[in-house]
C-alpha cells in the first residue's frame, strides 16, 4: 500500500492569500492525483498527473493549478483562495500500468476553511 | 460515460447485526470496482476491489463484496458490524479513461 502524506491536514486562512496545499508519496508511483470533496458529498477529481511534467484538469473546474517537477511531489496551489475555496482536499497516487494494478491509495487529506 | 448510484445515503445497525451496503454501477464494458471507507477528517481507505475472476471478493476488515453483472451492483456486506464500522463508505468505478467515478457515499450509524 502507498504511503502519501499531505500537508498541512487543516489550514485556516483569509481571502486572498495564496496557498500551497503538499503532496507527497513514497511508493515512486508514476500518477497523482487531487480530489475535492464538500462535506458529505462524494469526490470530484479535479487535477491529475500521470508523470513529471504532465498535469491534467480533471472533471470539477478548479481555480487551482498544480505542478509535477518531481515524481514524488504534486502540491497544489491557489493564488487568491476564496470561501468558495473551502473544501476537504484529497490526494491520491496509483502505480499506472494494467487496471488491475492501477489501484488509486488517497492520502489523509487537507481541510481547508477560507474566511 | 461510466457512473455509480449509492441508493442509501444513511444507514443505522446495532452493533453485531448484518450490514449491506448497496451500490449500482453502469459502465458498458468490464467494469474495475472498488469500494472504500471514509473516517471523519481522514482520507480515503480501500477496502477492497474488484477486477475479474471470482465474484464474491474478500477485503480487510472482515468486508467483502460481491459483483453481479445482471443487475450491475457491487454490493457491500459484513457478517457482524463492529462500533469502529461508524464511517462513511463510497463504491467507485474506473472506467474507459482510467479515471475514478466515485458514489455520493452511505454513512453507517452503529448503534451499541
Known amino acids: 500500500e502507498a504511503d502519501i502524506y499531505q500537508t498541512p491536514r487543516y489550514l485556516v486562512i483569509g481571502t486572498g492569500k495564496k496557498i500551497t496545499l503538499e503532496c507527497s508519496q513514497t511508493?515512486?508511483?508514476?500518477?497523482m492525483y487531487w480530489y475535492q470533496q464538500d462535506p458529505g458529498m462524494e469526490l470530484h477529481l479535479i487535477h491529475y498527473?500521470?508523470?513529471?511534467?504532465?498535469?491534467e484538469k480533471g472533471d470539477l473546474s478548479s481555480e487551482s493549478t498544480v505542478s509535477r517537477i518531481r515524481t514524488e511531489h504534486f502540491p497544489l496551489t491557489l493564488e487568491s483562495a476564496r470561501p468558495s475555496h473551502t473544501s476537504q482536499y484529497l490526494c491520491?497516487?496509483?502505480?499506472?500500468?494494467?487496471?488491475?494494478?492501477?489501484?488509486?491509495?488517497f492520502g489523509p487529506g487537507t481541510r481547508l476553511t477560507v474566511l | 460515460a461510466q457512473s455509480v448510484t449509492q441508493p442509501d445515503i444513511h444507514i443505522t445497525v446495532s452493533e453485531g447485526a448484518s450490514l449491506e451496503l448497496r451500490c449500482n454501477y453502469s459502465?458498458?464494458?468490464?467494469?474495475?470496482l472498488f469500494w472504500y471507507v471514509q473516517s471523519p477528517g481522514q482520507g480515503l481507505q480501500l477496502l477492497l476491489k474488484?477486477?475479474?475472476?471470482?465474484?464474491l471478493v474478500q477485503g480487510i476488515k472482515g468486508f467483502e463484496a460481491e459483483f453481479k453483472r445482471s443487475q450491475s451492483s457491487f454490493n457491500l456486506r459484513k457478517p457482524s458490524v463492529h462500533w469502529s464500522d461508524a464511517a462513511e463508505y463510497f463504491c467507485?468505478?474506473?472506467?474507459?479513461?482510467?479515471?475514478?467515478?466515485f458514489g455520493s457515499g452511505t454513512q453507517l450509524t452503529v448503534l451499541p
Open positions: 511508493m515512486g508511483h508514476d500518477k
Open positions: 474488484y477486477f475479474s475472476g471470482d465474484t
Open positions: 491520491a497516487s496509483s502505480a499506472g500500468g494494467d487496471r488491475s494494478t492501477d489501484t488509486q491509495y
Open positions: 498527473s500521470y508523470g513529471v511534467n504532465s498535469t
Open positions: 467507485a468505478v474506473v472506467g474507459s479513461a482510467r479515471q475514478l467515478t
Open positions: 459502465y458498458g464494458a468490464t467494469p474495475y
